[in-house]
């Protein structure tokens, strides 16, 4: 059972242009999303995340929108830069006693051509 | 993430040995998570510990795995007669405190390979 999932398994984007990744959860009970980077033979590195009272949460770059009704949440990069590509996992969490448990996407692979 | 280690970093076992990864959280880190990530597939959350207590193991199989987290001294998860299954990256991640709105940060990672 999919609860987090990432239907793209690549993007390939030209230098300058926006990168946007998609994520789609099933469980209603998540109501914190994050989104972490990962390079090969690396563990995940936390980008951004945003909690389900916001609808938008920005941090230079990169821009985290959340469509509770549509269960659905994406990553906006703008511009993307070449150092960007990498796998980026959507991650959720949603009860206090799993402290902070995550449940990840697939991954999309991002890959930002100069 | 050079805060949370693990090592080893590469661990070799052949099948019906017993694994051991080690995993030093952050500074006054006192939450961790072990994560494993198999070939072609996202992370899957495998037990949440803090000191001395297993919180949630849910994620673990039921045979064959342990995990602890002793007063002193880093995390230990454990894989007993291992399979080639068992192959895959394991990650383990800590946090400051419990609850949402809380990153967990990642350490690089135990690549265990069963041969």
């Known amino acids: 059972d999919q609860q987090v999932k990432q239907n793209?398994?690549?993007?390939?984007?030209?230098?300058?242009?926006?990168?946007?990744?998609?994520?789609?959860?099933?469980?209603?009970?998540?109501?914190?999303?994050?989104?972490?980077k990962k390079y090969p033979a690396e563990g995940p590195t936390f980008l951004i995340s945003i909690s389900s009272i916001k609808d938008k949460n920005e941090d230079g770059r990169f821009t985290v929108f959340l469509n509770k009704s549509a269960k659905h949440l994406s990553l906006h990069i703008v511009p993307s830069q070449p150092g960007d590509s990498a796998v980026y996992f959507c991650a959720a969490s949603g009860s206090e006693t799993s402290g902070s448990r995550l449940t990840f996407g697939e991954g999309t692979q991002l890959t930002v051509n100069p | 993430n050079a805060g949370v280690m693990q090592n080893p970093r590469h661990l070799v076992r052949r099948r019906g040995q017993e694994a051991r990864l080690r995993c030093s959280p952050m500074k006054?880190?006192?939450?961790?998570?072990w994560y494993r990530q198999l070939p072609e597939?996202?992370?899957?959350?495998?037990?949440?510990?803090?000191?001395?207590?297993?919180?949630?193991?849910?994620?673990?199989?039921?045979?064959?795995?342990?995990?602890?987290?002793?007063?002193?001294?880093?995390?230990?998860?454990?894989?007993?007669?291992?399979?080639?299954?068992?192959?895959?990256?394991?990650?383990?991640?800590s946090s400051q405190r419990q609850g949402l709105n809380t990153e967990a940060f990642f350490g690089q990672g135990t690549r265990l390979t069963v041969v």
């Open chain 2, 28 to 33: 006054g880190h006192s939450h961790v998570y």
């Open chain 1, 8 to 36: 793209s398994p690549s993007l390939s984007v030209q230098e300058g242009r926006i990168s946007i990744l998609n994520c789609d959860y099933t469980n209603s009970m998540f109501d914190y999303f994050l989104w972490y």
């Open chain 2, 41 to 93: 597939e996202g992370l899957k959350f495998m037990v949440y510990l803090q000191k001395e207590n297993i919180i949630d193991e849910s994620g673990m199989p039921k045979e064959r795995f342990s995990a602890e987290f002793p007063k002193e001294g880093p995390s230990i998860l454990r894989i007993q007669q291992v399979v080639r299954g068992d192959s895959a990256a394991y990650f383990c991640a």
